[in-house]
């Protein structure tokens, strides 16, 4: 099984970019790469997937590598509202769900 | 409001005790989650469903069972309930693969 390794906490200002990389060493060939965004009290809310290269949508791109071993969620200028704790999550062939452990964002005035 | 529903928000009880969580998921979603959020901890995922049968098994320990019926809503059963037992549980849907639909979850406190 894949394991997911993302930082535990991240700093930013407000218009900056940022990435987050969460490394997934034991990814295999299927596997697929998910990221999602909680805020506290809430329900995760799906941001963006990808299986490889580089995939983008209206609020976030997300860069995978050739060897898969990792990957970066880029968000774009980021606002206070981005502020919450960021999830990358392996689901493999048979259907198992590796999440890491969150990197919590803070993004400053 | 992602369309998951999860009844009910807040359950408080005593340890030993039994409760049943429920998880109505989004209109033509076949598959359903459940996950486990202890206090400022990440996901722990614990059971998927799909189109009434089990498809994936995570970290679910012998005393939770879960199921889910012909109309696809989903019950999460917790017995023999012990303090460590408090969490979040939040159930989620998706058509079977990709994009998965959190719900509010139940905040169970066991005391």
């Known amino acids: 099984l894949a394991k997911t390794t993302q930082p535990i906490s991240m700093d930013s200002y407000e218009g900056q970019e940022v990435n987050i990389t969460c490394s997934h060493n034991n990814i295999a060939t299927n596997d697929y790469i998910t990221w999602y965004q909680q805020f506290p009290s809430q329900g995760p809310r799906f941001i963006i997937q990808?299986?490889?290269?580089?995939v983008t949508n209206e609020v976030a791109s997300l860069f995978i590598p050739a060897d898969r071993k990792s990957s970066t969620l880029s968000l774009p200028r980021v606002s206070l509202s981005d502020t919450a704790v960021y999830y990358c999550?392996?689901?493999?062939?048979?259907?198992?769900?590796?999440w890491g452990a969150g990197t919590k964002l803070i993004i400053k005035p | 409001d992602s369309g998951v529903t999860q009844t009910p928000k807040h359950l408080i009880t005593a340890t030993g005790q039994r409760v049943t969580l429920r998880c109505s998921p989004r209109?033509?979603?076949?598959?359903v989650y459940w996950y486990q959020q202890s206090l400022d901890q990440g996901l722990q995922f614990l059971i998927q469903y799909y189109n009434g049968e089990e498809r994936a098994k995570g970290n679910i320990l012998e005393r939770f069972s879960a199921q889910q019926f012909p109309d696809l809503h989903s019950e999460l059963n917790l017995s023999s309930l012990e303090l460590g037992d408090s969490a979040l549980y939040f159930c989620a849907s998706s058509r079977g693969f990709g994009e998965a639909f959190f719900g509010q979850g139940t905040r169970l406190t066991v005391v």
């Open positions: 999550l392996v689901e493999d062939s048979n259907y198992q769900l590796i």
């Open positions: 209109s033509g979603d076949l598959s």
């Open positions: 990808g299986y490889k290269t580089k």
